[in-house]
Nanobody, 115 residues
Framework: QVQLVESGGGLVQPGGSLRLSCATS????????MGWYRQGPGKQRELAAAITSGGVTVYADSVKGRFTISRDNAKNTVYLQMNSLKPDDTAVYYCNSRFGDVDYWGKGTLVTVSS
């Protein structure tokens, strides 16, 4: 059974930092492209960052220079380090794994950026 379990969300003040983790099981983690998507209030789900099996990363323009995605294949875990957070970063953050046409999603973790 495939599981993607996000953790690390919470309430943070503007300018603060959070680190999200997504622990996976049931997949051959190292071959999957891993991504973090987010869906803010009243908005569509969008890609925030992704990392390929080879370690190539891609970021949404809105998070470039502030977010860093990384993966630990030994721990079957992907991370999202989020710095200089803004209120517009408020969203539910979802972990995604993708290999070809196969997609798996976590249930999401809420990040709220507010003073």
């Amino acid at each position: 059974q495939v599981q993607l379990v996000e953790s690390g969300g919470g309430l943070v003040q503007p300018g603060g930092s959070l680190r999200l983790s997504c622990a996976t099981s049931g997949i051959t983690f190292s071959i999957y492209r891993m991504g973090w998507y987010r869906q803010g209030p009243g908005k569509q789900r969008e890609l925030a960052a992704a990392i390929t099996s080879g370690g190539v990363t891609v970021y949404a323009d809105s998070v470039k220079g502030r977010f860093t995605i990384s993966r630990d294949n030994a721990k079957n875990t992907v991370y999202l380090q989020m710095n200089s957070l803004k209120p517009d970063d408020t969203a539910v953050y979802y972990c995604n794994s993708r290999f070809g046409d196969v997609d798996y999603w976590g249930k999401g973790t809420l990040v709220t950026v507010s003073s």
